[in-house]
């Protein structure tokens, strides 16, 4: 490793939220002597023009931009001279000092200039020009860089990154050698994107005992906020008090102590039900109560007559040609005579003909109506199928990423109780996909006198977030449910409609090849497997269904092992985006990315901003947040910059950090959870084997009912059968059900 060292001469480039710089770096000369600089790229953190580096690193040569010598890292040193002092105090480092009076004040004080602006700064107004109020201000700014850099010194001894270093001084600034010396998992609570893992590898440096009980209480935290990613609500006492001692190597007693410490202040929430003691995190806990109580709230009865509804909707029916059986026109009578309605039913069993009567009778009553749905895919489709615009539910409730809130993930709507949806009906579609957060969000948004019709299939799986909200909901009994059932002659027509209702009922499918949009490959070897799907894939599929590569979507059980997502994207990539030596790539956790890959997030993130822009590069359209699911293209990979420019749907063009990109996955091949919501001409699925609590009934029928025009499932038949007769389900644990359903007994007391 080589070592350089120098004055920072300018900053060519600086990227604000990761520190990343482009700089010339001069090394020290005599006065008869040329001055050499050198161009070093990294991350620097707080470095100004005319500060005094010695810059560890190797020497690289970029294929744009020439030679430049690779920071690995570096210190800012105190220039010990009075050349260095004079061009470091006039190099603009100082608001209010430029060359001129640097070299007044260093004429004046010599070689203790820096150590008089720390000590005595008042005697900075001996020099004419230097009021006492410039001179106070001037050494307040030396001294905050200090500061600065004394701190990010200390942090990165505790093996924190450069990045995030900056993100912990900004927000603690001088506090932060008191937050590390008592309790350093503070920062999983207070810093976005330092987790309890962080947290704790820098406390354990710090040197905390293992059975410290701040390190506990975060465990305890950290261990339900896991359970969340796994759609729990809450957990019992047993479960969480064991989960919590594995994570944490240490005995249940130690746990089990401090459950009380949180309890008081409020951290965590314990309930009795029966011989259950349930374990909630506070915000959890109250937003399962608003919510029942918001349901409620809008479970409004509206006098509609019956019989004149049954006029219009004949009317209706003449109109567009079409004829509604009992159930739908059920749909419709409850959803226009009731505040809150759930139309529930599995694919060609006439939910969209359903939705389409029903805004056809509001839009003749004059209603203003608001379409959306979880996801941008299903809020399109919806679009198209109505003739409606339709949007996301983020976007219908106007998140604002920019916003501080108290949620760490940065997420606020602007639509809320203060200001709430300007609407007379919100229908949204794809209701299984909703978890309770985003539940709660939009029903703050809604107003009593405005109806909620609530869409979706309830043996689809549950939503990837925390609750289990549509089967709870339906379970609990609280409003008017129509489960639709009945397969329509046009749908009974597809053999992805018909089987998708076989394995719903449990019922066997048959593999013949006989019709145009259901397959089944027999193969048993994994290898045999693989190959079939890159032919389906590369060749076979984007033909038949008139469709490019990318649309063609592979769905698995599982990310692990040799047919999981992490080794399908590899082998798919390869095919679909080879290495060329035009396209730039780059490897981020353990994943190597290329431009033109099809890429997905895997996280919501609220903040971060998108434009859209003419093919002229104007921009015309921008706003913030991409969510969990999003799928687009790598566009651009800018080294110089570290970013990497993404195109989602729609033209969203998104610059995501180097350090954001464990955010961001391959997209050739996802889980089946994965791709809830979203709808894709043509759907592979590789079956062979895989864990039993994996492989059942409602993952198989998610999938199939992902494709619009064909599936095909490549494996073994006989795991395909087992996964059909196998209904295990992982057991939420929610209770928004029982809320409800207490609530409403309360309300007829």
């Known amino acids: 490793m080589e070592e350089l060292e120098g004055y920072v001469d300018r900053i060519t480039f600086r990227n604000e939220e990761n520190g990343y710089t482009v700089l010339y770096l001069v090394k020290p000369q005599s006065d008869t002597e040329e001055e050499e600089e050198e161009c070093c790229v990294g991350c620097f953190s707080f470095v100004a023009e005319g500060e005094y580096l010695l810059v560890k690193g190797r020497r690289t040569v970029h294929k744009n931009y020439g030679e430049q010598f690779q920071v690995d890292s570096y210190e800012t040193k105190q220039p010990d001279d009075v050349l260095a002092m004079e061009r470091y105090l006039g190099s603009g480092a100082i608001k209010g000092v430029g060359p001129a009076l640097a070299a007044r004040i260093i004429k004046k004080f010599g070689k203790e200039t820096f150590t008089m602006m720390e000590r005595e700064p008042e005697r900075l107004a001996e020099i004419k020009g230097i009021s006492q109020k410039m001179a106070v201000n001037i ?21 924190i990154s450069m990045n995030m270093a900056v993100k912990i001084y900004r927000y603690y600034k001088e506090d932060i050698y008191e937050v590390l010396r008592k309790n350093p998992y503070r920062l999983a609570e207070d810093i976005t994107g330092i987790g309890f893992k962080i947290a704790d590898a820098i406390a354990q440096k710090a040197g905390f005992y293992v059975d410290s009980e701040y390190r506990i209480r975060a ?11 796994q759609g729990h609500c809450y957990l019992p006492e047993q479960e969480l008090v064991t989960a919590t001692a594995s994570l944490l190597g240490i005995e249940r007693e130690a746990v089990s102590k401090q459950l009380d410490a949180l309890t008081l202040n409020k951290e965590i929430l314990i309930e009795e039900s029966g011989e259950e003691r349930r374990l909630y995190s506070s915000t959890l806990y109250y937003m399962e ?18 019989d004149k509804l049954a006029k219009r909707v004949a009317k209706i029916e003449g109109r567009q040609g079409i004829t509604l059986d009992v159930l739908q026109k059920n749909a419709v009578y409850q959803a226009v005579q009731n505040g809150v309605t759930i139309i529930t039913g599995g694919p060609g069993t006439g939910k969209t003909t359903t939705i389409n009567t029903i805004l056809q009778v509001l839009e003749e009553d004059g209603m203003d109506v608001l379409l959306a749905a979880p996801t941008g895919r299903a809020a399109k489709r919806m679009s198209e199928t109505t003739g409606w615009e339709a949007q996301t539910i983020h ?18 709507f602007e639509r809320n109780e203060l200001q709430p949806l300007e609407a007379d009906v919100v229908i949204v579609d794809e209701f299984s996909m909703v978890d309770i957060y985003l539940l709660n969000a939009l029903l703050k948004a809604m107003v009593p006198g405005c109806r909620l019709i609530m869409v979706g299939d309830v043996n689809q799986l549950p939503s990837v977030g925390p609750g289990n909200v549509l089967r709870d909901m339906i379970k609990a009994g609280f409003c008017n449910v129509v489960r639709l059932n009945q397969i329509f002659r046009q749908a009974a027509e597809s053999q992805i409609v018909v089987n998708a209702h076989k394995i719903n009922a449990g019922q ?8 145009r949009d259901f397959f089944h490959l027999e193969r048993q070897n994994v290898q045999d497997i693989i190959n079939v799907v ?22 698995t059980p599982m990310r692990k092992g040799e047919l999981g997502v992490e080794n399908l994207n590899k082998i798919l990539q390869s095919y679909a985006n080879p290495q060329n030596g035009k396209k730039t790539e780059r490897e981020f956790h353990g994943v190597l990315f290329r431009e033109q890959d099809k890429v997905m997030q895997i996280k919501n993130d609220y903040q971060i901003k998108w434009v859209k822009k003419t093919r002229y590069g104007d ?21 110089a910059e570290e970013t990497v420019e993404v195109e989602f749907e729609e033209g969203k063009l998104v610059k995501f950090e180097f350090g954001q990109m464990d955010e961001m996955e391959l997209a050739y091949a996802i889980t089946i959870h994965k791709s809830q919501g979203s709808e894709y001409p043509a759907v592979v699925l590789p079956i062979l084997t895989g864990p039993r609590m994996l492989l059942n009934r409602n993952l198989l029928y998610t999938a199939v009912t992902r494709a619009k025009q064909c599936v095909t499932i490549v494996g073994s038949s006989g795991t395909v059968h087992q996964m059909i007769r196998n209904v295990f389900e992982q057991k939420r644990y929610s209770s928004l059900c029982q809320r409800l359903q207490e609530m409403k007994e309360e309300d007829y007391k």
Request: glycine content about 8%; some cysteine.
């Open 395 to 412: 976007r219908l409730l106007e998140v604002n990423g920019g916003v501080d809130t108290d949620d760490k993930s940065g997420m606020h």
């Open 219 to 229: 465990g305890i935290l950290y261990t339900l906020q896991q359970s969340g990613s």
């Open 508 to 515: 066997e499918i048959s593999f013949d090849n006989q019709n």
């Open 534 to 555: 890159i032919q389906l894939v590369m060749k076979n599929m984007p033909s038949y269904v008139n469709a490019t590569v990318y649309d063609i979507q592979v769905l």
């Open 619 to 639: 921009v015309f359209e921008e706003g913030s947040g991409v969510f969990n699911g999003d799928v687009g293209i790598i566009r651009r990979i800018l080294e």
């Open 139 to 159: 050494a307040r700014q030396f001294n905050e860089k200090q500061q600065m850099r004394q701190a990010m010194i200390f942090l990165q001894e505790y093996g």
């Open 289 to 306: 109560m608003n919510c029942a109580r918001m349901l409620l709230d809008l479970n409004l009865a509206f006098s509609v007559s019956d």
